[in-house]
């Protein structure tokens, strides 16, 4: 069995974000394998030391630079790699058709996902593989078995837990509590290097959604404290909700 998993090269979740000149500046910043993205790394890779699937394929769709997580992802057992070049400023969209052709041409059993990228937070690829091509999908997964053809998995719902079950070929998107990936050992650094790569052009997709601006959330300002008796910091705490913060209220 075939399993591919995409990934998606993020800012390190503890970078410090700057904007310049309305972009988001890179200089200096740590590049990482978005961390839902690499919990579906190390579930395919169970996967194949269960015996489960027979090769581990990874794609991931950017510029050069998503090289580095295609090669992180390698070192940690991954069979293969493939890159598919396209500009970093495409949307979900976009990025689906691209990655969806990618697929096909694979034929993989089993895509797997994270159900989300840390930098965007849309949560709209896998779902949007899954749409175009016509293949069944489950959502934020917290376990996999596979036997007779079928994926049966745990997902997340609200207030409880959901089991189900898809036929394959299925594209599933995992939680990050599915697992907990491992780090790459110095071996499978060393290996990764001579593991095949290959690297080819996006087709033609066009972005329905243009970033217009971008701005940083305001910084947070202190909170005040009413030291008062309670008749008095009643009467303080009112006095600041209506004229200072603007509390609005309805009759």
């Not at 500009?87 to 689906?96: G, I, K, L, Q, S």
Request: aromatic share 2%; charged share 25%; proline share 4%.
């Amino acid at each position: 069995m075939k399993v591919l998993v995409c990934v998606k090269q993020t800012f390190d979740t503890e970078a410090k974000i700057e904007i310049k000149d309305g972009k988001i500046a890179d200089a200096g910043i740590n590049l990482i394998i978005n961390p839902y993205d690499e919990v579906a790394v190390e579930g395919g890779i169970q996967l194949k030391e269960k015996g489960v699937a027979t090769e581990v394929v990874v794609l991931a769709a950017g510029s050069d630079k998503a090289m580095d997580a295609i090669r992180t992802a390698l070192a940690m057992g991954a069979d293969r790699g493939i890159l598919v070049k396209q500009d970093t400023a495409a949307d979900e969209f976009a990025r689906a058709v691209v990655l969806a052709a990618a697929i096909k041409a694979e034929n993989p059993d089993l895509v797997l996902a994270g159900h989300v990228a840390a930098d965007d937070g849309s949560s709209q690829v896998p779902t949007r593989i899954a749409e175009i091509l016509g293949l069944p999908h489950i959502n934020v997964i917290t376990s996999i078995e596979i036997a007779g053809g079928k994926a049966t998995c745990s997902s997340e719902a609200d207030g409880g837990t959901q089991v189900t079950e898809v036929s394959m070929p299925a594209v599933i998107s995992s939680q990050v509590s599915w697992n907990e990936p491992r780090y790459p050992s110095m071996k499978g650094i060393m290996q990764a290097k001579k593991k095949p790569v290959a690297t080819v052009d996006a087709v033609a997709a066009d972005s329905k959604v243009k970033i217009v601006d971008l701005s940083l959330p305001a910084a947070k300002q202190a909170g005040i404290k009413i030291d008062d008796d309670p008749d008095v910091a009643a009467a303080k705490l009112s006095e600041w909700m209506l004229n200072t913060v603007k509390v609005e209220i309805k009759k």
